[in-house]
């Protein structure tokens, strides 16, 4: 077994208990928790730290205080994650933002816009009936 199918792993788990530790610690917050997604965990090659990534759909206006929300939260996060993973060492987690959700969410929006402007637009440079007069 390599240490990067480990270190893969232990990302994927890491992830995953995040997402549930974050409705545990930030349930009683006014924070709109189903907004918030971990998209992904990069934990270092020692598991002393890891990178959170997390992206906040439809909060343009509050992702500061989301991801301030998160970073003054993550002891409580660790002592979860502590408490269910069998671990060597719990890492220090790094909260960071994400946008990549609202790119692709911005992305497919703008593609479906272009598909109903070519469905509505009429038909150009289509080649003439052959029935019709050419002038």
Known sequence: MSSVDRITRVN????????????????????????????????????????????FLGHEQERRRMLAALQRRRAAVQSLLNKDLYLRYTPRLTFEYDPSLEKGDRMLGLLAQMEQQAEAAPQQGSAPDPGEDLP
């Open 12 to 55: 994927a788990l890491l992830r995953q208990e995040i997402g549930e530790a974050l409705y545990h610690v930030l349930g009683s917050s006014d924070l709109d928790l189903s907004a918030i997604t971990v998209t992904a965990v990069a934990v270092s090659r020692d598991l002393r730290t890891a990178r959170v990534r997390v992206s």
